[in-house]
Every structure is written in C-alpha cells, then in structure tokens.
C-alpha cells in the first residue's frame, strides 16, 4: 500500500512540475479553434464565402504557388560566426535560440574557428530542429524538439538538458533527507528538514535547477549565504550555505547557470548543500520526485536520441559536400 501511495504522489508532483507549463498552451490552442457563437453572423457568414470559394477539381490541379522551402542551410565561418550563420539564411531568432540552448557548453565566439563549418535543420514551422558545428578542434551538435534538446559534443553521447535534475553537476551522497518531523542536529529539537542535504565539498559549482528570476541573495546567520530563486509554475528553490554567491537579487537566471559555490556558512555541522523545491508554498521532497523524473526522461530520450542521430547524419552530410 505504502509504495503504491508513494508512487501515486510522485506521478502527481512530476505532472504538476513538467507538465504545468503544458496546460497554458493547450488554453491557447483550445481558445485558438474555439469557434465563435452559432449567433455571430460573421462566422456564418465566413463559412458560406468559404464554400463559395472552394475551387474546382481543374483549379485543385493547378501547382502549389508557394515553393518549398529548404529545410537545412550550410556555410562557412568567414569573419564571425554570427555574420556567416546571418549569411546562409539562417534568422537572427533562429541564431539567437540556438546560442541560447548552447549556453555554458558551446562558445560561439572562442570555440569558433574559420576552417569551421556548421548547418542549421529547420523544421516545418520555420524552429531550429538541429545544429552541426565542426572545425579541425570542434563538433557540436544539437537537437532540439518540444520534449527538450539533446547535445553532443562528439557525435555519440547526447544527454539532455531541458530536464536538469540537479543543482549540482553529479551525484552527491544524501547526508540529510527530505522529512517535515526530523530531529535537528544541533538544537536536538523536532523541526522540519523542508529540504535535502548534499554533502558536496566546499566550492562545488551550484546551479539554478531551471529558469527564473533570483529573488534572494544574502547573508543569514541560520542559512549561511544563500539564494532563492521564482521559477514559472509556483515553483521556488533555494539553495543554502554556499560559500560563494554569483546572482543578486533581480538576476534572470538560466536553467543550468552557475549561482555559487557550495560551502559551510551558517549553521551546519559541516559543509552540505542545503537545497529546498517549493511549489505554490508547499516543500516537495526533491529526491523522490527526482527519481521518477529520471526514469521518464531515459525513455524520453531514447526516442528522441534516434531521431537526434537522424538529423545529424543529414548535417553531416550537408557539410561534407
Ligand atoms: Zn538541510
């Protein structure tokens, strides 16, 4: 009884946490093909001129007006990559997206050379669908879907990225678990643990679990240095005894962004990672929800890794010529 309730909750919470930001856009789309009230006489109206002008079947046989237009582009890094990536045809949106998600793994300025060679893949609704740098040093590569982005910087591994699980970069020992009646090891009293502790070593890099706008960013005697950061959806995080702090409060922060350092401020017994998951004001233990989001995204990205390699097979392809 007990595991299934667990597992029950946790199918819930990751619901309301991946799939919050799913519902504002499935409104839209519902808004979108809402049709107006039987009573509006424009509607009808429209829909009568709509029969009208069907065309004929010798009409319906005339070609297609619009050409197709070319999925991938291709080019040469010349002077910057930006310019040549202009000059190819890609958008500056679609430039714009793609250095976003290559944000803290790829540097298009540094890691760029002009021996460089790169495609875009553009899918049907005109959004950067994959992306293939390579030069004599370099590859790297990205996918990107509406499930996430997988990236490979060797043409093997993807892993992804829009589903971070972690405020730190690898797995860390629970030295101290989620639980709303724990008792506290200094004051021995009962207190609630509203949060998880890592026990990572003084001056590990600590990142935002996900995009938001940083909301604290101080000093306190029980909490050490430590940073509280909005995220959409009612969620909030925060992030406690950290030695170093990067952000201020009012920073936008991307998912992954470095915020500080892990460290032993406040009061500890000794140097831990103190890290809360709040959402609309209620504490969710993190490493549950974490681990059934894990077993979600390995097979989501499974799928989308066939895909991925598809895609790059294309690019590479488009580049060798
Ligand atoms: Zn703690």
Not at 197 to 222: F, K
Request: net charge positive; hydrophobic share 35%; with cysteine.
């Amino acid at each position: 009884m007990y595991p299934t309730s667990i597992q029950q909750k946790s199918y819930k919470d990751f619901l309301s946490f991946w799939h919050l930001t799913l519902i504002p856009l499935a409104l839209c789309a519902i808004i979108e093909v809402i049709p107006f009230g039987e009573n509006d006489t424009d509607h009808f109206e429209s829909k009568e001129m709509a029969v009208e002008t069907v065309p004929s079947p010798k009409e319906a046989l005339a070609p297609l007006p619009a050409p197709i237009k070319p999925d991938i582009f291709s080019g040469s890094v010349e002077y910057s990559f930006y310019g040549s990536a202009l000059a190819s045809g890609a958008s500056p949106d679609t430039i714009g997206y793609l250095t976003s998600l290559a944000s803290g793994k790829f540097d298009f300025i540094r890691s760029v050379s002009r021996s460089g060679k790169f495609a875009f893949k553009i899918d049907d609704q005109n959004q950067l669908e994959a992306f293939l740098y390579q030069d004599n040093q370099h590859m790297f590569y990205v996918y990107s879907d509406d499930k996430g982005a997988l990236f490979s910087s060797d043409g093997e591994h993807f892993y992804k990225d829009k589903l971070l699980l972690s405020p730190v970069s690898r797995r860390f020992r629970v030295s101290s678990p989620f639980n709303p009646a724990r008792r506290h090891p200094i004051t021995h009293k009962v207190t609630s643990h509203l949060g998880t502790d890592y026990a990572v070593p003084v001056g590990t890099p600590v990142v935002s679990i996900s995009s938001g706008r940083v909301v604290v960013s101080r000093y306190h005697p029980l909490a050490g240095n430590y940073v509280v950061i909005l995220h959409p959806d009612g969620l909030r995080t925060r992030y406690l005894h950290l030695s170093k702090r990067f952000v201020q409060r009012g920073d936008n922060v991307n998912q992954g962004q470095k915020i500080g350092t892990s460290g032993n401020t406040g009061r500890t017994t000794g140097a831990h990672l103190h890290f809360e998951l709040w959402k609309d004001g209620r504490p969710i233990d993190f490493e549950k929800k974490r681990t059934f989001a894990e077993k979600i995204a390995v097979e989501q990205i499974s799928a989308q890794t066939a895909d991925a390699k598809m895609a790059l097979q294309r690019l590479a392809l488009q580049i060798a010529k």
